[in-house]
């Protein structure tokens, strides 16, 4: 190490400690920088935030499907200064390693933080006519259901699972972590995912192998899990199938909150900093020579950000956590951004919002047909999802992934009730529907549908708490551009290169991280987007 006299860390500055900026802080801080995250909110998470009620209730606001445990191990285990970058992405272990199915999972770093276990189902998949199937990635449990609900489509899931699979091998293990920051990159690999069907629709991708529509639906719905429409995402995201089945399911004990909190301990550990109640109003931006940056031209360079009261906080970079869009809509100067101009940002698809709704009740002593992870569909999948994405309405009818934790962990609800919710996709803010008239009633239909289809039988009786957020709470607390819930749309217009990109091209040492960049939404991916910063910015500061 240089002589203290003469080395001076650089400093970072995070904006928001959602698992993007926590991850990415972990990483900075191994790779020797001085990392100080600011958090509007008053506690961790951003997306990730969790909520403790006075009547005894734990919600976790947002994630709730946890996998690829590998890349969580991967964070618990780094250490300040000594750098990760020579470390392979995907160890043989991880690879040819056994899916845990029971016990405790993750491994003995993440067991210090945080306490994983597997959930079994991944989901039970529910269809309007009552009948179910219970998704947990075991072959021989997938062809049993397939032969008793489509014995017709046997042969297809068998060639759509080892196609899937070559999907899961380019498009993740190969590719996941490349930052297509120029065209050239992309189209290197454009003839692969030609050649593996990948650049057709999920839902056309799927219909390929199956005749029944319940099994498209089963093999197509992941992607509304990150903001995706089936009918529209690329088919590379196939690869959501075999990420789960490699890997399974998780749930962190004490809800996804647990998890962050390890996090943020690991994060405090190696030396950085949150601070909470510190919202950044604007990333400030000048030329080489410090001077005001008046037109989008010439070198423009992040300093540091001014939070809102005034106070200026100088930086050596700054990594933005925060929604794509208003990052550059709102925090970095018009003068500043040529690429990223207002028409440019305003012009990308956004992706849905959601509905979700808290609510705690009491056990009536009987068992419940659901599990922990329940996707609920409505009597139409295609038009319903044109609807969402495309018309952007409310619909007649809806469909909901309903998230029962207290059936695995008791302590998140009062003895003697559950804690649950359930999230409807919904068009987001650019609709133009009032959600303060809408929501109420929007709920008011969720939880009669609940109590009269016999999901939760008798359930407005028995209810303790009941709270929901709506495209106004991702627009407003979260500062979500239209009050999108996951960043732009991961459409083929919208992926790779022309994904918004982790290094700024507008501003040097300005980078972005989380589901509004590359490679895209859902927390394996965050995560991946961490690393892949992490990357870009050791590059650009000699550490590569």
């Keep these: 190490m240089t002589d203290s006299s003469l080395y001076r860390r650089k400093q970072a500055l995070i904006i928001g400690s959602g698992f993007g900026g926590l991850s990415l802080g972990i990483r900075l801080q191994s790779l020797g920088f001085d990392t100080t995250i600011l958090e509007k909110l008053d506690g961790p998470g951003g997306r990730a935030y969790q909520k403790r009620t006075p009547d005894g209730y734990v919600f976790d606001m947002g994630p709730t499907v946890i996998t690829v445990p590998h890349f969580i191990e991967e964070l618990f285990a780094l250490q300040r200064d000594e750098s990760f970058l020579d470390q392979p992405d995907f160890p043989p272990a991880v690879l040819t390693g056994e899916r845990v199915r029971e016990g405790e999972s993750g491994g003995p770093r993440t067991r210090d933080y945080v306490r994983l276990v597997p959930i079994l189902p991944f989901y039970?998949?529910?269809?309007?006519?009552?009948?179910?199937?219970?998704?947990?990635?075991?072959?021989?449990?997938?062809?049993?259901?397939i032969a008793a609900l489509a014995p017709e489509d046997l042969a297809g899931y068998e060639r759509f699972h080892a196609d899937a699979e070559a999907i899961f091998r380019r498009g993740f293990l190969e590719l996941g972590y490349t930052h297509f920051g120029d065209l050239g990159t992309m189209l290197r690999v454009v003839p692969d995912l030609l050649r593996l069907d990948a650049v057709r629709t999920l839902f056309s991708f799927t219909s390929r192998y199956f005749q029944s529509p319940k099994l498209r639906q089963v093999f197509s719905f992941e992607t509304l899990l990150i903001g995706g429409n089936p009918l529209s995402v690329p088919a590379?995201?196939?690869?959501?199938?075999?990420?789960?089945?490699?890997?399974?399911?998780?749930?962190?004990?004490?809800?996804?909150?647990?998890?962050?909190?390890?996090?943020?301990r690991k994060f405090e550990e190696l030396g950085g900093r949150i601070e909470y109640g510190a919202e950044v109003e604007e990333i400030l931006v000048t030329d080489e020579w410090g001077k005001p940056v008046r037109r989008p031209f010439g070198p423009r360079v992040a300093r540091g950000v001014r939070l809102k009261g005034g106070e200026k906080r100088p930086a050596d970079l700054v990594i933005s956590n925060g929604d794509w869009a208003n990052t550059y809509l709102k925090r970095v100067?018009?003068?500043?951004?040529?690429?990223n101009s207002d028409w440019r940002v305003k012009a990308a698809r956004q992706s849905m919002s959601l509905l979700v709704i808290y609510f705690g009740f009491r056990d009536d002593g009987r068992a419940l047909n659901l599990r922990h992870h329940n996707i609920i569909l409505g009597p139409r999948y295609e038009e319903l999802l044109r609807e969402?994405?495309?018309?952007?309405v409310l619909g007649a009818d809806f469909s909901q992934y309903l998230h029962i934790p207290t059936l695995t962990d008791p302590s998140l609800a009062p003895p003697g009730h559950h804690a649950a919710y359930t999230l409807i996709p919904v068009p987001h803010g650019g609709s133009g529907i009032n959600w303060g008239v809408e929501g109420p009633r929007l709920v008011e239909r969720v939880l009669a549908f609940l109590e009269e289809r016999g999901h939760i039988p008798r359930l407005r009786e028995r209810l303790t708490h009941l709270e929901y957020v709506t495209p106004d709470y991702f627009a407003g607390t979260l500062d979500s551009y239209l009050g999108n819930a996951f960043g732009p749309e991961p459409t083929l217009a919208q992926s790779a290169y022309l994904r918004p990109h982790n290094r700024s091209e507008?501003?040097?040492?300005?980078?972005?991280?989380?589901?509004?960049v590359q490679p895209g939404a859902g927390t394996p991916s965050v995560m991946m987007s961490a690393k892949m910063t992490a990357r870009l910015i050791a590059q650009d500061f000699g550490l590569a």
């Design 236 to 264: 590379i995201y196939a690869m959501i199938h075999f990420v789960e089945k490699t890997w399974g399911i998780h749930y962190a004990l004490g809800g996804t909150g647990a998890l962050v909190r390890g996090l943020v």
């Design 388 to 392: 969402i994405f495309g018309r952007k």
């Design 333 to 339: 100067p018009r003068t500043a951004r040529l690429v």
């Design 124 to 145: 039970r998949i529910i269809f309007d006519d009552g009948t179910f199937f219970d998704y947990d990635g075991d072959p021989e449990s997938t062809r049993r259901q």
């Design 506 to 516: 507008d501003v040097r040492h300005l980078y972005l991280v989380g589901a509004g």
